[in-house]
């Protein structure tokens, strides 16, 4: 069974940093590209960075291109999102999120099958 | 980077069907995938590509596609199915993807 947990949200001011991290279970983890996705209060759906399954490729969204940065960690099956410079807009509930279709997902590759419960994440000072 | 237009509101009686639907140009290339949101809870994948419905998702949900709109059906809508509904694609200007507003559901 697909298990996503995600961790590490919280109160931060503006211009410092977090990290989120993911764990992954139930999955061939290093098999996957994952997506880190999030929703502001009260707001829709927001694709925030995704990574191959090897690692070796990686998209942000304009938004936070240059200030985020996403990793993994396959050994540990653990998915990353360093976060910084971080603006009061960045306040969102982050979720990550797997990729239904294994290796390059192919014409699925936006489609996410699987979903953690979130960790949120509030700019404030 | 592309768009996908959703009504924001759409409302159905019990047991009756709805159609949500989601529009954009890059649905003349790339299929859709549909979520479900509840209030407070993790996006649900109910629908996706020509026939793919996940394990799990009932049956009344399918989907389906013409030019640049695609369509999410509910056949005899449920309480449960009152939620936010998404849909997502490839974007055609490059970006991984992109998500419709989303349309909210609900089932008097």
């Known amino acids: 069974q697909v298990h996503l947990v995600e961790s590490g949200g919280g109160v931060v001011q503006p211009g410092r940093s977090a990290r989120l991290s993911c764990a992954a279970s139930?999955?061939?983890?290093?098999?996957?590209?994952m997506f880190w996705v999030r929703q502001a209060p009260g707001k829709g759906l927001e694709w925030v960075a995704v990574?191959?399954?090897?690692?070796?490729?990686?998209h942000y969204a304009e938004s936070v291109k240059g200030r985020f940065i996403i990793s993994r960690d396959d050994p540990k099956n653990t998915l990353y999102l360093q976060m910084s410079s971080l603006r009061e807009e960045d306040t969102a509930v982050y979720y990550c999120?797997?990729?239904?279709?294994?290796?390059?997902?192919?014409?699925?590759?936006?489609?996410?099958?699987?979903w953690g419960e979130g960790t949120q994440v509030i700019v404030s000072s | 980077s592309s768009e996908l237009t959703q009504d924001p509101d759409v409302s159905v009686a019990l047991g009756q069907t709805v159609r949500i639907t989601c529009q954009g140009d890059?649905?003349?290339?790339?299929?859709t995938s549909w979520y479900q949101q509840k209030p407070g809870r993790a996006p649900v994948l109910v629908f996706y590509?020509?026939?793919n419905r996940p394990s799990g998702i009932p049956d009344r949900f399918s989907g389906s596609s013409s030019g640049n709109t695609a369509s999410l059906t509910i056949t005899g809508a449920q309480a449960e199915d009152e939620a936010v509904y998404y849909c997502?694609?490839?974007?055609?200007?490059?970006?991984?993807?992109?998500f419709g507003r989303g349309t909210k559901v609900t089932v008097l």
């Open positions: 890059t649905l003349r290339i790339y299929y």
């Open positions: 590509g020509y026939n």
């Open positions: 990574i191959s399954y090897d690692g070796g490729k990686t």
């Open positions: 139930g999955f061939s983890f290093s098999s996957y590209g």
């Open positions: 997502n694609s490839r974007d055609a200007s490059g970006n991984p993807q992109v």
């Open positions: 999120a797997k990729v239904v279709a294994p290796l390059t997902g192919g014409n699925s590759a936006f489609v996410l099958d699987h």
